[in-house]
């Protein structure tokens, strides 16, 4: 969550509390007014109703005003009601909500008494006497007002505009006191530089510092880091190169003697020793293209690949060896399987995936190569059949120099790991999906349709 929004919850909640208690405190039961409370309240009232009445002359026919000013909006604020009959004539003024009895309230003065209207509902009514006039104002002792009638209230009008103005002041003053918080977050994501110079209050320079600090010890990582990569591509670019030389010599020698030499059993060691001549010169060859893979260079430029085509293709230089173990391959390609990517790259990144299938499908075995379009990215899978894998494996799959169970075909144990390097290339994973009985072994990747 936000620092704004951790400030603007809390505003809002305390804004509807507010609400709600100016409500249930001012409004919703007036029935629990102290006994002498309610008598002073409408006592004070009477008076004043009877001066303003004296003072407009209002039992004088010709000045009679209308009682407009005693409304229900005015009754929802006072919680009274008024009525002020004449002594001289017969006229009397109300006010709209004024109720009605049954039988008529004594002009007694100084009257103070609950009475029943015409509705069952108790009221509270007190006389009071002018020169001209007897006003009687009503207090309903079980008054209730709804919360859509406070609503309709100019009280909440005045209640909501307060509550607004200090949410709103109270999420300014906040944001003001967390604003070198939210600063300081900013300039951490910036140059180290942005940060030294940045200047925090002093309960802040603490944690400034100690954002320093990680900044520092993860540039350093970096750099060894970066410095280690490159020792490491270096040696082993040149280490490959050294050797490819006598590799090369070793398998020359070899090919010359099992031409020269008629024993069939001298023929059949030298077949073994330029197998071995052979794995050794591809696992040499992977060591090269691994030290010129950096997950940090760009190696030229994408463009459009057809991956179903390129495939099939693929799948087609192993035709024999699959026809000799009676494999079963299935190829699902999608209508559009045109992705962006490195050519170079992206094949070999295929063949190590296929190559990796063929070798470890077992006899009567099954292969399935598949993509789907999807959103406009092209997921690819490549899936086989294989012996039970051992835990080390599935754990150490992407490790270099690791080779599956009873490994009989030449590998280098580098395909992989040179794979997933591509697959960073191309800002995506290589992942592996291993079924429950880890009997089946599935890779896939996804890439930008072109």
């Not at 004594?106 to 020169?131: F, H, T």
């Amino acid at each position: 969550m936000s620092l704004k929004a951790r400030i603007a919850i809390p505003a809002i909640l305390l804004a509807v509390f507010a609400l709600f208690t100016g409500y249930y405190l001012s409004y919703k039961d007036l029935q629990d007014y102290d006994e002498c409370y309610k008598y002073i309240h409408m006592d004070g009232q009477s008076l004043i109703v009877s001066e303003l009445w004296e003072s407009i002359g209002g039992c004088d026919e010709a000045l009679q005003p209308e009682f407009d000013g005693f409304t229900e909006d005015f009754f929802g604020f006072t919680g009274l009601a008024y009525r002020i009959e004449c002594k001289d004539n017969n006229y009397a003024a109300q006010s709209a909500i004024y109720p009605q009895f049954e039988n008529p309230i004594p002009d007694d003065a100084d009257y103070y008494d609950s009475v029943p209207d015409l509705d069952g509902d108790d009221w509270l009514i007190i006389n009071r006497e002018s020169k001209s006039s007897r006003v009687r104002v009503a207090m309903a002792s079980t008054y209730e007002m709804t919360f859509l009638d406070f609503l309709q209230t100019l009280d909440f009008a005045i209640m909501a505009g307060m509550v607004v103005l200090g949410s709103a002041l109270f999420y300014f003053l906040l944001a003001w006191l967390l604003s070198p918080i939210q600063k300081l977050r900013k300039t951490a994501e910036g140059p180290n530089i942005d940060l030294q110079i940045l200047q925090s209050p002093v309960e802040l320079r603490p944690l400034k510092n100690l954002i320093l600090g990680f900044k520092d010890r993860e540039a350093s990582a970096d750099k060894l880091k970066s410095s280690q990569l490159d020792k490491e591509r270096y040696f082993t670019a040149n280490a490959a190169h050294e050797l490819l030389t006598p590799l090369s010599a070793i398998k020359t020698e070899v090919q010359l003697q099992q031409r020269l030499v008629d024993d069939d059993e001298m023929k059949s060691w030298l077949g073994d020793l330029l197998s071995r001549v052979n794995r050794a010169t591809h696992t040499v060859d992977q060591l090269m293209t691994l030290a010129r893979l950096d997950p940090d260079s760009t190696p030229g430029e994408k463009s459009p690949v057809d991956i179903g085509m390129l495939m099939t293709e693929i799948t087609e230089d192993y035709t024999e060896r699959l026809s000799s173990k009676f494999v079963t391959i299935t190829q699902i390609y999608s209508n559009n399987n045109a992705v962006y990517a490195y050519p170079g790259l992206i094949e070999t990144l295929l063949r190590n995936l296929i190559s990796n299938a063929v070798k470890y499908t077992p006899v009567e075995g099954k292969i399935e190569m598949k993509t789907k379009a999807d959103n406009g990215w092209l997921h690819i899978t490549v899936s086989n059949s294989c012996e039970r894998l051992p835990a080390y494996l599935v754990d150490q799959m992407f490790d270099r120099f690791v080779r599956g169970p009873h490994e009989v075909e030449t590998g280098s144990g580098l395909g992989l790991a040179i794979s997933q390097r591509i697959a960073q290339l191309h800002e995506t994973e290589l992942n592996t999906a291993i079924a429950p009985e880890k009997d089946n072994l599935s890779f896939s990747l996804t890439l930008p349709l072109a």
